[in-house]
């Protein structure tokens, strides 16, 4: 599932509220991985390879729960 970090906007709220992606937080740490995937199964964070697949993901969930 893609993580978010970051203040989140009202639409990423929804969409995390519908179990679409996952909000890291606000506060983004030294070591951590800004953009990339959760396994839902163990929890483990995976740096984003491609960036732009991430990106469009983001996007594309988010902009369904805009407006």
Same mark, same amino acid.
């Given at each position: 599932?893609?993580?978010?970090? %970051?203040?989140?906007?009202? +639409? +990423?709220?929804? +969409?995390?509220?519908?179990?679409?992606?996952?909000?890291? %937080? *606000?506060?983004?740490w030294e070591d951590?991985?800004?953009?990339? #995937?959760? *396994?839902? %199964?163990?929890? $483990? $964070?995976?740096?984003? @390879?491609?960036? +732009?697949? #991430?990106?469009? @993901?983001?996007?594309?969930?988010?902009?369904? $729960?805009? %407006?």
């Open positions: 599932m893609p993580f978010l970090f %970051g203040l989140p906007t009202p +639409a +990423a709220d929804k +969409a995390a509220a519908a179990g679409e992606l996952i909000l890291g %937080g *606000c506060v983004v951590a991985i800004e953009e990339g #995937w959760q *396994c839902l %199964g163990c929890g $483990h $964070h995976f740096q984003a @390879t491609d960036r +732009a697949l #991430w990106l469009s @993901t983001i996007e594309s969930i988010v902009s369904r $729960h805009s %407006g």
